[in-house]
């Protein structure tokens, strides 16, 4: 009998270690997906008006660019971004620095979406004394609302780049009051479609 035992642990310690093995490998595997990790990226983009609102002396597309500190855990993540644009046809000049809350969208990390609360300036042309003196400028700054959607491509070499989407809203109204009286108009809403660089 004590050999009938001892032959039914030997069974049971043998059917034990697939489990264990698997085990074994599937621990580094969980902890990795439970990890979080800060990551650096520069970005470029193209920005497009949503709109001209009353009293502008037109808006134009410009370039932009940006610089985003990005932490994820898990399916979340956070953003601090810095962003600005208006270097080429400059109205509207803007600066931008947006806090942003996110959620990566199935299984693998690639893409995300995310959206928070940003303070942004702007300054740009208004339509008084165009024809005379040169446009007065609109100047103003405030609470503005960001929000982004991003796929990350495969990476290429040390960096992994990523297409995003943005959507800068105002809430705020900028100001001209040269000449000849006081004048107010809504922030110009921007689009931003570009390429991001993750360099860690």
Known sequence: MAASVAGGGR?????????????LLSAPLAAAENESRLRIAVGGSWAV?????????????????????????QRFLVQLEVAGGG???????????????GLFLGR???????????FATENALSVAECPQFGCDPFNGSGAAVSAEIAVRL????????????????????????????????DGVGL??????????
Do not use: C, K
Not at 191 to 200: E, I, M
């Open 11 to 23: 069974a049971q310690s043998t059917g034990m270690r697939p489990l264990i093995v698997f085990l």
């Open 49 to 73: 008006p949503l709109a001209t609102p009353d009293g502008y002396h037109g808006t134009h597309q410009d370039t932009a660019l940006s610089g985003l500190v990005q932490w994820e855990a």
């Open 87 to 101: 270097f080429w046809a400059a109205n509207p000049q803007w600066l931008a620095i947006s806090g942003r809350v």
């Open 108 to 118: 693998a990390p690639d893409v995300y979406v995310a959206v928070g609360p940003a």
């Open 154 to 185: 495969p990476r290429l070499g040390s960096v992994q780049p990523s297409l995003f989407g943005d959507v800068l809203i105002p809430l705020f109204q900028v100001h001209q009051d040269v000449y000849p009286a006081a004048q107010s108009a």
């Open 191 to 200: 689009a931003l479609f570009g390429l991001r660089l993750f360099l860690f």
